[in-house]
């Protein structure tokens, strides 16, 4: 990693003069952005910087400004997506030849840390989606991911959607081929009974989820013999992170206001979670939790959620022998 660093120093790209004429607005607009980036760069304020290169590359897309992407992403320490930018470089008509061989060798060791997915589809004008948005097949024949579990969604008009899960490995290729299958065709009658055009019949599924969805989890006190049900309101703030607020239903009555972080994407996600329980006895109770555990993606929309806890009271009854109890949690999920 230490000489990724020190051979992308080498790489951060002055080509303003290369990305702007004056004739043209765009380009002229992107040498502006590439100077701010370069300042904030050199401040070290990689994430201002990543966005003003973005910016630059959305306005003139040249493969200068996609080498400029990828060191700041190294800085940043995203591995995929910055071999993904080097390999857009070094595919560009406009490589330079001098750097090539410094972005070869940058590239070569970001790809003993992340997986390399080869995807083919048919028909090969399908979509894909990785997780974040649906691309263009083609677009992600090969494609650097962070090594774990990889949900891949596949689609296209008049065929049945698809999804694949597959398992990237460090240093890795893993080579996937989907074949998409037509809809059934249902055909029409006419007004005098006989058989129209055939149309396709199929369900649109929404591109993504809503982020509002509801948790319903029941808390075991196996120390007193009690249990608590937690019912409310589960929030993705992104594909891994979501945030909880609930009611607490049970012997004593209160609320509920946590996170949970999902480890790994896929099926079966890995899950910490963590938690303020407040309740009423004998005055307000507070407590904190802190949990791991499993969720397990059942369908689209349903997940099973089975957690492993440790809850301490912060402001226990007298009557409390231990503040500090085992409370494990099973219950349910769902988003639309």
Not at 99 to 112: F, G, N, Y
Not at 149 to 173: C, M, Q, S, W
Request: include cysteine; hydrophobic fraction near 45%.
């Amino acid at each position: 990693m230490n000489r990724t660093i020190a051979v992308v120093a080498s790489l951060v790209c002055i080509a303003t003069a290369a990305v702007a004429q004056p004739n043209d607005p765009d380009k002229g607009n992107a040498k502006a952005l590439m100077q701010s980036g370069l300042k904030l760069f050199a401040a070290k304020d990689y994430l201002g910087a990543l966005a003003v290169f973005k910016d630059a590359y959305a306005r003139f897309p040249s493969g200068k400004i996609l080498l400029n992407i990828g060191t700041t992403l190294v800085k940043l320490d995203r591995p995929a997506e910055a071999a993904n930018a080097y390999q857009g470089y070094l595919d560009s008509p406009d490589l330079d030849p001098v750097k090539q061989a410094e972005a070869q060798r940058v590239l070569a060791d970001l790809d003993k840390r992340v997986g390399i997915l080869a995807l083919t589809t048919t028909p090969s004008d399908a979509e894909l989606d990785l997780g974040e948005s649906w691309h263009p097949a083609a677009d992600l024949a090969r494609t650097r991911v962070m090594p774990g579990e990889i949900t891949i969604r596949v689609r296209r008009a008049t065929y049945k959607p698809v999804t694949r899960t597959v398992t990237a490995r460090a240093g890795a290729t893993e080579t996937l081929t989907i074949a998409l299958q037509l809809e059934a065709v249902t055909p029409i009658p006419t007004p005098s009974g006989e058989l129209g055009p055939t149309v396709v019949v199929r369900r649109l599924e929404p591109e993504t989820r809503s982020r509002f969805g509801g948790i319903a989890l029941a808390h075991v006190d196996p120390s007193n013999a009690g249990a608590a049900a937690v019912v409310g309101l589960a929030v993705a703030v992104t594909e891994r992170v979501g945030v909880r607020a609930a009611a607490i239903l049970g012997p004593y009555v209160g609320g509920y206001a946590g996170a949970s972080i999902a480890l790994l994407t896929g099926r079966v996600r890995p899950i910490v979670a963590i938690a303020m329980p407040m309740f009423r006895s004998d005055g307000m109770r507070f407590a904190v939790r802190g949990a791991g555990g499993v969720e397990l993606q059942l369908t689209r929309s349903f997940a099973v959620i089975a957690e492993l806890g440790v809850e301490h009271l912060l402001n226990p009854q007298d009557s409390v022998t231990s503040p500090t109890l085992f409370v494990p949690a099973l219950g349910i999920s769902g988003r639309l």
